[in-house]
């Protein structure tokens, strides 16, 4: 890795995220319900003076501490989206580019929509080979600390986890919930093989391997 590709792999995270945050936003403009991560920060706006953007920049970067605590590697990826991510779903809340729909039919679609962003927006950012998200590097680093359990049901804990704080703090739960829950994973593998793009082949570098490519030239 040397200083160039290390620049052009930040401005793939920052587009990507960008594309990512546009089809969180379609997922929440449904007003079916919320995916559990939303769900949680839609919560914490609720009980508090932030909005949801803050509420999920304050819940990314208390895992991202979490994340260091159980020693998962940590890049620029991993930074950027804790402190973009939530506020750029903010901005495109308030923005409300697109017009109104009603019905359960036209939210889901729109939150298939947003479902698919949401996996090409991955794709972009996690080629700059910087990382992944705090909550992706969680759901890992449990993983390795909960071996016996297989990463599926880490992940259905992790999940439920956040769900039912965030709908005990008054987060929007329904139908567009599960349609979200379990249409990510389908959506993300049906985009990512379409334009042919394995995630498990990159080798992420950290963030002191970047800074140390960044000095070197």
């Not at 359960?104 to 298939?112: C, D, E, F, P, S």
């Not at 987060?171 to 049906?190: A, K, W």
Request: proline share 4%.
């Amino acid at each position: 890795m040397n200083r160039k590709r290390v620049i052009m792999g930040w401005v793939k995270i920052v587009v990507g995220l960008l594309i990512f945050s546009l089809g969180v936003h379609l997922t929440i403009r449904a007003n079916l319900g919320l995916a559990p991560w939303d769900c949680l920060g839609m919560g914490i706006s609720f009980q508090t003076p932030l909005n949801y953007g803050l509420s999920m920049t304050m819940t990314s970067l208390i895992i991202l501490f979490i994340d260091i605590l159980i020693n998962e590697k940590i890049g620029f990826g991993t930074i950027i989206d804790a402190l973009l991510t939530g506020n750029a779903v903010q901005l495109f809340n308030d923005m409300d580019p697109f017009p109104q729909t009603t019905g359960t039919l036209a939210g889901i679609l729109i939150i298939i929509a947003g479902l698919a962003l949401m996996a090409i927006g991955q794709c972009i950012y996690m080629s700059s080979a910087q990382c992944c998200g705090p909550r992706d590097a969680l759901l890992v680093g449990l993983g390795k600390h909960l071996s016996r359990f297989p990463i599926g049901a880490v992940q259905i804990m992790l999940w439920g986890t956040a769900l039912l704080i965030g709908w005990l703090l008054g987060g929007p739960v329904g139908i567009g919930t599960l349609v979200s829950t379990f249409g990510s994973g389908i959506v993300m593998q049906i985009i990512f093989a379409f334009i042919r793009f394995e995630p498990r082949s990159i080798e992420h570098h950290g963030a002191i391997d970047t800074l140390k490519a960044l000095c070197h030239g």
